[in-house]
Nanobody, 113 residues
């Protein structure tokens, strides 16, 4: 079971980027998927999730700026991040539950000019 995240990097304030997380070893189409983030010196926090039905939920800090989506054929969950601000700087992790909790390796997003 593996979650492979990608897409992080350096982004200017106000910019956009998209994270991807490809799953293997799970039945992706019946798995709810989540994104978390951990900023330097802070605890990991939930960002967004998407159910198998496609229903989505967002934390108040990202609502209206981030969009979570999934492509079951590609076994991939995405996080489109718009209007990025320095406080969005963090390592972003994808997450699911398949017999046990499964975490991706994390991808760093740095928002800075």
């Amino acid at each position: 079971v593996q979650l492979q995240a990608s897409g992080g990097g350096l982004v200017q304030p106000g910019g956009s980027t998209r994270l991807s997380c490809k799953a293997s070893g799970i039945n992706f189409s019946i798995s709810a998927m989540k994104w978390y983030r951990q900023a330097p010196g802070k605890q990991r926090e939930w960002v967004a999730d998407i159910a198998t039905s496609g229903r989505t939920n967002y934390s108040d800090s990202v609502k209206g700026r981030f969009t979570i989506s999934r492509d079951n054929a590609r076994r991939t969950v995405y996080l489109q991040m718009n209007s990025l601000q320095p406080e969005d700087t963090a390592v972003y992790y994808c997450n699911t539950f398949w017999r046990n909790e499964v975490w991706g390796q994390g991808t760093l997003v740095t928002v800075s000019s």
